[in-house]
């Protein structure tokens, strides 16, 4: 099964490449190349900045390492023998494939705790028709996603296992220390944490001292190994860093919270003397209450979330990427999207709640604890849409427990294709439900899905811009639509005004006044910032949305082919229009 798994990475990594002939799928992926191809030229390990996005600053990238590590080795060990170019291929397939394999059996490895070692084959099946999660496994998706998603499946079947009252300190160390390397790869690990932390806690309310234990346990752990992070996160000098887009001193304190929250569950336990349920949760509570006010008194930068504080250019930007946007939006806008991410969350919730309805004991804490991480994922859809990979694993997991229940009976079924039917009917509805959702959505609103636009033609514009004159003229500075950026980048020695990166601050506000005001805005900021070409895709989503203003952007101007006397069309094949800034001394009357 691992196999197939690998062979579906690899399959699907042959469709919606950002480049054509090339295995990356979004700008984050190649930024992840460039922050790599770095640190393998001679980078210092804790300089994250990218110098030719954004000059003569650059921007500070708000990436982790660990993601770098695998990628960085695989280069190490085959640019000597393929050359640069090919090795760079062969990593940006290999790593998110071996990563996919990894995902693959640590999600069958949580599945036990819910189907027992019997179940184990039941969720294989689950697991490789579990399409969403495994999206951000295909060959080129060398970003982080990848690495939250294992790192949390890990926590999750760790703390199933406590939950339904078989731990061992083991599984609370090893949920402890996958949310620590979770909120080094990144801050969107603070969501699984929160929810793995609440499976503890109900634990605790309802097994009592041994819940409380484990809980201790878990923090303790987190707090120890983000303490340890901190020499490889960050440079000697940054220790005292605040940010919370990153790892920094916040992802610390939220470990040392979360230990202080277990170590006071497990002395409530002692002092009280195994306390009713109800006395524990208003002690847990006031505890939980007083810690969050300590957060809040030492981060008071981070209260509006990871993106606090940024820019009005930065928060317009995320307000606009799709993946940050709440489910709800989605819903009333495309709703094939939401039915898609949403139907087995829903299905998994439904199962859950109503397994913890019927079980007793142990059990009914395991599937209060199920549902929990299934609500939790749910919730999470509803403040960003990229949290839909996250739910979608955890209700995997209860889909597994389903396909296992149906498929215990085939004994007892006569006839080759009822026995078929519970063998891999659960896994062909988990298969087919999100497609059949999806498009039952689109159908009943009217609304239909918009097809992607036509893709730049990257390679086209690197040609020319990898050949004399432009090569020989240095790093030049290319404005561009910010999803191009990081492409740029990565194909080109050139410079690139501004991606699609929330500490890009500069560089968004001034791609916004080139090409989304009019031409004199765009001719003021061109010459400020000293910009040498411009470089226009046909189907670019921030003119979407900068339409209907009143103005006529300098955007839609040059592609309707009204090019003013200060800029030069420069041929190239393909839909992409690219332009050279005569500079003010050659301009005529200067």
Known sequence: MALVVAFLCILRGGAGQMIPDMPY?????AMRMLQVLALRDGADWFDMTQPRLNPPDGVVMHWSRLPDLPILG???????????????????????????VAFFIAFVWAAVAL???????????????????????????????????LLAVIGAGALLRVAAGRPSVGASVAAGVAGALGLWVGAEAIPAVAVGAAVLTLSWLRAGQQGADHLALFGVSLAAATSLIVPA??????????ACDSFSLLSVALGWALALFGVGAALIERVLRQPTWPRRAVAGGLLGAALIAVLYTLFPNCAGGPYAGISPEAALLVSRVSEA??????ILRRPGTAAQFLSLPLLALVISTWQSVQGAGARRTLWLAATLLVAGGILLQFWQLRASFLANVYAGLVLCWWAAAVGAKIDQTPGLLPRLLRRAGPALIVLLLPGTASLLAQTLSGRPEEPPGDPCDLQAAAAVLNRPPYSDQGPMLIAAPINVGASLLLLT??????????RNTGGLKDIALVFYRDEATAKAAVDRRGVDLLLLCKDEPVATHERGKGTRLFYDQLLQ???????????????????RVIPPSERAGA
């Open 74 to 100: 695989t280069l190490a060990l085959t640019e000597p023998v393929l050359g640069r170019d090919q090795a760079m291929v062969v990593s940006a397939v290999a790593v998110p494939v071996l990563l996919g």
């Open 233 to 242: 996160a960050l440079a000697p000098g940054q220790w005292g860093s605040r």
């Open 561 to 579: 082919g009204d090019v003013p006397d200060w800029l030069e069309p420069i041929a190239i094949d393909g839909s992409t229009r690219l332009f």
């Open 115 to 149: 189907t027992g070692r019997d179940g184990a084959v039941f969720a294989g099946l689950i697991g490789l028709v579990l399409n969403i999660p495994l999206m951000a496994f295909q060959a080129g998706r060398i970003d982080h996603h990848g690495w939250q998603l």
């Open 493 to 502: 020695p050139h410079q690139v005004l501004a991606a699609p990166y929330h």
């Open 325 to 330: 946007q709440p489910m709800w939006i989605d």
């Open 25 to 29: 799928k979004d700008p984050d992926d």
